[in-house]
T-cell receptor, first 115, second 109 residues
Framework: DTAVSQTPKYLVTQMGNDKSIKCEQNLGHDTMYWYKQDSKKFLKIMFSYNNKELIINETVPNRFSPKSPDKAHLNLHINSLELGDSAVYFC??????????????FGEGSRLTVL | RKEVEQDPGPFNVPEGATVAFNCTYSNSASQSFFWYRQDCRKEPKLLMSVYSSGNEDGRFTAQLNRASQYISLLIRDSKLSDSATYLCVVTFNDYKLSFGAGTTVTVRA
């Protein structure tokens, strides 16, 4: 049973389209995250939710909208995709937040390619 | 200045060698420190936490120097399977964990 699962693993789409990536964790964790890893391999935090409450919202274009229907799920919707959105998007979870988070468990990543 | 900075490498070392590298952080109020490992085209996974007194896990030793604001990772007796990117993670407050850009290590036969 995969602890943090995200779908789809691969996504190839045209500029201007809208797409979603889904994430689910079965660890009973309270905090979930979306990270973006670009071609330079830098992992940048985008959003974090704690018990369905948005606690981190970094400088991300408002074309990106996270949604957390419950604490086990955190989805990412992207409107009007641009070439610069091409990256690997990682979902992660932890038992708590910030300095209390402990280990982060990552999903396998969703590789988005915008043509 | 970036919150967390690492030497990107790559560090190319022969099997059996010792390799060490650092990670510097800018916020003196940083609270927790970790090393993660990321294999090519895989997700990051926790390698070890870094404690104030320093800690070992097998061939891996992590140190924290709060005065100079850096953490270090030392790998002894390198194996081919140690080839990976090593990511430094620092927490600043109750909300934020920040990743370094990673240090790439390649162990050759």
């Amino acid at each position: 049973d995969t602890a943090v699962s995200q779908t789809p693993k691969y996504l190839v789409t045209q500029m201007g389209n809208d797409k979603s990536i889904k994430c689910e964790q079965n660890l009973g964790h309270d905090t979930m995250y979306w990270y973006k890893q670009d071609s330079k391999k830098f992992l940048k935090i985008m959003f974090s939710y704690n018990n369905k409450e948005l606690i981190i919202n970094e400088t991300v274009p408002n074309r990106f909208s996270p949604k957390s229907p419950d604490k086990a799920h955190l989805n990412l919707h992207i409107n009007s995709l641009e070439l610069g959105d091409s990256a690997v998007y990682f979902c992660a979870s932890s038992r708590d937040r910030g300095s209390l988070a402990g280990e982060l468990f990552f999903g396998e990543g969703s590789r988005l390619t915008v043509l | 200045r970036k919150e967390v900075e690492q030497d990107p490498g790559p560090f190319n070392v022969p099997e059996g060698a010792t390799v060490a590298f650092n990670c510097t952080y800018s916020n003196s109020a940083s609270q927790s420190f970790f090393w993660y490992r990321q294999d090519c085209r895989k997700e990051p996974k926790l390698l070890m936490s870094v404690y104030s007194s320093g800690n070992e896990d097998g061939r891996f030793t992590a140190q924290l120097n709060r005065a100079s604001q850096y953490i270090s990772l030392l790998i002894r007796d390198s194996k081919l399977s140690d080839s990976a990117t090593y990511l430094c993670v620092v927490t600043f407050n109750d909300y934020k964990l920040s990743f370094g850009a990673g240090t790439t290590v390649t162990v050759r036969a």
